[in-house]
């Protein structure tokens, strides 16, 4: 950052806090260039220790202190209409040509990365404002946000957040199953601006580290979208371990782990990460590698956004890799689906990551891929030719509308990157709806278990539940060549799992008797999946946030550790998010955010 910039911060957030004739910092120790000019006396000490600020409410900052913020970060301040306001007469820029727009854009996972408040699932925002609904409000979705460009603006956020004692909101672009990027009553910041790139050819040297790491690599700043890091490194004959989907950014991604097609080889996304660049709750900006804020660095790496400070970049590990082969095909009925999956060690072990998907419980053939990276057809064949005979073998005198016949096809010399951004899509299922989603991580161990068809048909016999497996785990994520600073905060149970089964839950509507049924459904279908390995768990950023002992399911015996971080770097609970660590001393009364 430029001195002039920081001096610039610094003058700001000084006027700001003299604003804030109503407040002392909770803090005895004040952050770095903070120093108040007159005592600040809290009128209703009491009050903020219980609960977050909300507006309409004594505590919540004046419009002058808002505008004070504005000036801090350059006019990137937003208060922001509901997103579909223009469909409702009475809300800001109704219209039908508005409207119209927002109704071609609602099922589109870009339009949503693209609004400042906007998620891609509206239950997770208590219905407030639909297309088509009856009502419209803001009631469900950030009141203020931080455009963020720049550390500093984050930075002025985060302070702001602080000292007026406002629940903080983070959205990179809403790619969410949880409901986390969507808070009511907050001041959001939108990472979605932080996309700046630095590449590294041949070694990257964390600061305050003796020795560079050899091979390429590249820092991002969080708010970069994966299809925008593959489409550079193409020219740069690169690769990385990315998300599929064209939505998905790093931030949310790298946070609890991330997996993508060269996972089972080269390991999680997490694992990649070699520095990050972070604002804490305190305000200050710093570097977290394995030399210097070891703590922020270990958790920040699998233990959950949103919850230690707001990461600005991180730097994260290249590969160069030959082509990709890939084999894809159906499987129909319980049997073959449950053999394949039985099977899928084969794969797994051999490097291998591939999707399973598709409705069994509606008897509709289940569609399954395999990668391969740096392999040939010929490679790829001689691990999958044995599991497609094993499957030909297998009755599917049970499947409705079934096939014997096993349909494949085999591509090579593919590109990874290519592979992922034709795999994925702004559109899918649930879009601009209702959805929920419940998982869990299986091992080889669990594939083997004579209880595997009973715990298949248990989580995705019903027709509306849909099988997506992501098959990407493997050799590479059970012990990862390029992690650093001896492990990281990802749930212990990746470094077993071969696969993560989901099944997921999506529908229309605003009906929340229907909602409460699907909740109830959700828990059901999890309770099979979690039945072949109960001490097991799942992926935190791919999981119901309902999940029972979600703590332990999200991050196994990590919890505790990382627990004692998020007290020890945010103690005054500054950063809070659904189901993170930390949330459990917190509740959400009607969208006031109160400690327990």
């Given at each position: 950052m430029r001195v002039s910039t920081v001096l610039l911060s610094v003058c700001l957030y000084n006027a700001l806090v003299v604003l804030a004739q109503d407040f002392r910092p909770a803090s005895p120790v004040p952050p770095t260039g903070f120093q108040p000019a007159t005592p600040l006396t809290p009128p209703t000490a009491a009050a903020r220790a219980a609960c977050k600020a909300i507006p309409a409410g004594k505590d919540w900052p004046s419009d002058l202190q808002w505008g004070a913020l504005n000036t801090a970060v350059r006019g990137r301040l937003l208060k922001p209409a509901a997103p579909a306001a223009a469909c409702h007469r009475g809300q800001p820029g109704y219209s039908t040509a508005s409207c119209s727009a927002i109704e071609s854009g609602w099922k589109n996972g870009d339009w949503h990365v693209d609004h400042p408040t906007s998620n891609m699932w509206q239950n997770h925002n208590n219905y407030s404002c639909m297309p088509s609904s009856n009502q419209c409000s803001t009631s469900g979705y950030p009141i203020y946000v931080v455009a963020a460009k720049e550390a500093s603006d984050v930075k002025a956020a985060v302070d702001f957040a602080?000292?007026?004692?406002?629940?903080?909101?983070?959205?990179?672009?809403?790619?969410?199953?949880?409901?986390?990027?969507?808070?009511?009553?907050?001041?959001?910041?939108?990472?979605?601006?932080?996309?700046?790139?630095?590449?590294?050819?041949?070694?990257?040297?964390?600061?305050?580290?003796?020795?560079?790491?050899?091979?390429?690599?590249?820092?991002?700043?969080?708010?970069?979208?994966?299809?925008?890091?593959?489409?550079?490194?193409?020219?740069?004959?690169?690769?990385?371990?990315?998300?599929?989907?064209?939505?998905?950014?790093?931030?949310?991604?790298?946070?609890?782990?991330?997996?993508?097609?060269?996972?089972?080889k080269y390991g999680l996304g997490a694992d990649m990460v070699l520095e990050i660049e972070l604002v804490t709750a305190d305000g200050e900006i710093i570097t977290a590698n394995e030399c210097q804020n070891t703590d922020y660095f270990w958790a920040m790496r699998g233990g959950g956004g949103s919850t230690y400070g707001v990461v600005l970049s991180y730097t994260i590990q290249g590969l160069r890799l030959g082509p990709m082969a890939k084999y894809s095909g159906t499987v129909n009925g319980w049997p073959q689906i449950a053999y394949l999956h039985s099977q899928w060690p084969k794969i797994a072990m051999a490097g291998g990551?591939?999707?399973?998907?598709?409705?069994?419980?509606?008897?509709?053939?289940?569609?399954?891929?395999?990668?391969?990276?740096?392999?040939?057809?010929?490679?790829?064949?001689?691990?999958?030719?044995?599991?497609?005979?094993?499957?030909?073998?297998?009755?599917?005198?049970?499947?409705?509308?079934?096939?014997?016949?096993?349909?494949?096809?085999?591509?090579?010399?593919?590109?990874?990157?290519?592979?992922?951004?034709?795999?994925?899509?702004?559109?899918?299922?649930?879009?601009?709806?209702?959805?929920?989603?419940?998982?869990?991580?299986?091992?080889?161990?669990?594939?083997?278990?004579?209880?595997?068809?009973?715990?298949?048909?248990?989580?995705?016999?019903?027709?509306?539940?849909?099988?997506?497996?992501?098959?990407?785990?493997?050799?590479?994520?059970?012990?990862?060549?390029?992690?650093?600073?001896?492990?990281?905060?990802?749930?212990?149970?990746?470094?077993?799992?071969?696969?993560?089964?989901?099944?997921?839950?999506?529908?229309?509507?605003?009906?929340?008797?229907?909602?409460?049924?699907?909740?109830?459904?959700?828990?059901?279908?999890?309770?099979a999946l979690k039945s072949l390995n109960p001490s097991g768990g799942t992926y935190a950023n791919e999981a119901d946030p309902a999940s029972p002992d979600w703590q332990h399911a999200f991050w196994g015996q990590n919890y505790e550790r990382l627990f004692a971080i998020k007290n020890k770097v945010d103690p005054q609970g500054v950063f809070y998010c659904r189901s993170c660590v930390g949330s459990e001393l917190f509740v959400d009364r009607a969208g006031v955010l109160c400690r327990k």
């Open positions: 602080r000292i007026f004692n406002v629940r903080l909101n983070i959205k990179s672009t809403g790619h969410d199953f949880l409901g986390r990027s969507v808070q009511p009553n907050s001041l959001s910041i939108w990472t979605h601006g932080l996309k700046s790139m630095r590449w590294f050819n041949s070694s990257f040297s964390p600061k305050g580290c003796k020795a560079p790491i050899n091979g390429p690599a590249v820092t991002v700043g969080s708010g970069s979208q994966w299809k925008d890091i593959y489409a550079t490194a193409e020219g740069m004959g690169l690769s990385f371990v990315g998300g599929k989907f064209s939505s998905v950014s790093v931030g949310g991604f790298l946070a609890n782990g991330g997996h993508g097609l060269l996972s089972a990551a591939g999707y399973i998907t598709g409705y069994p419980g509606r008897g509709d053939a289940v569609r399954w891929s395999v990668n391969m990276p740096n392999s040939t057809s010929v490679q790829l064949r001689a691990i999958v030719d044995p599991i497609v005979n094993g499957l030909k073998g297998r009755s599917v005198a049970t499947a409705q509308n079934g096939s014997s016949e096993v349909e494949n096809g085999l591509s090579e010399n593919l590109k990874p990157h290519i592979v992922a951004q034709n795999e994925a899509a702004a559109t899918f299922a649930g879009m601009g709806a209702n959805k929920i989603l419940t998982s869990w991580l299986w091992s080889a161990r669990d594939v083997a278990s004579p209880s595997l068809l009973q715990a298949l048909k248990g989580a995705f016999a019903d027709s509306d539940s849909q099988l997506y497996n992501d098959a990407t785990m493997g050799v590479g994520t059970h012990k990862p060549p390029y992690i650093r600073g001896g492990g990281n905060a990802v749930n212990p149970a990746f470094r077993t799992a071969i696969m993560r089964p989901a099944a997921e839950l999506q529908w229309d509507g605003v009906d929340r008797a229907k909602l409460a049924r699907r909740q109830q459904d959700a828990l059901r279908y999890g309770a």
